[in-house]
């Protein structure tokens, strides 16, 4: 499945306002996926990247991730805050910025590279992670074109 296909149709989970729409929607996801591909969406759908039995996270703040979707979107850390507020999490706000370019990565793909960013500890983490986000959202959409993906 392609990650943009998973990334869309979270974002129209999203703006569902009938938790029965929203379980309808998901569950024809999880029913055109392979198993591997529902266990990711398993785990995202629940906020996660891993299973609830393994002690991970992801372990980037919010204020992280303004100062991340700023440097993506070539934008203030101070406009990025502005816009997350108004919108209710960064994920919504790179994703409205999102101009319809799809990359072609796959959900598997995107989910690798993730965790491969939420796995780098040790000094420096912090940037290393910030930059590696920044370079994964590049390589999922076109950086002209300003966008991102719902995770």
Not at 23 to 48: D, F, H, N, P, W
Not at 121 to 146: H, I, Y
Request: aromatic letters at 8%.
């Amino acid at each position: 499945m392609k990650f943009m296909t998973c990334a869309q149709i979270f974002h129209n989970i999203e703006q569902e306002p009938s938790r029965t729409e929203m379980t309808k929607i998901l569950a024809q996801l999880l029913q055109a996926c392979s198993a591997r591909e529902a266990q990711i969406i398993a785990y995202v759908s629940m906020g996660s990247l891993f299973p609830a039995y393994k002690d991970k996270q992801f372990n980037i703040a919010i204020k992280g991730m303004v100062g991340i979707v700023a440097l993506f979107l070539q934008q203030s850390e101070d406009v990025v805050a502005k816009k997350i507020k108004e919108a209710g999490d960064a994920g919504t706000v790179v994703f409205d910025a999102w101009l319809g370019k799809d990359e072609g990565l796959t959900l598997q793909q995107v989910y690798d590279q993730l965790v491969e960013i939420a796995e780098i500890s040790g000094t420096g983490s912090t940037d290393k992670k910030a930059n590696a986000l920044v370079a994964l959202l590049q390589n999922v959409m076109d950086p002209v074109q300003n966008a991102l993906f719902a995770l």
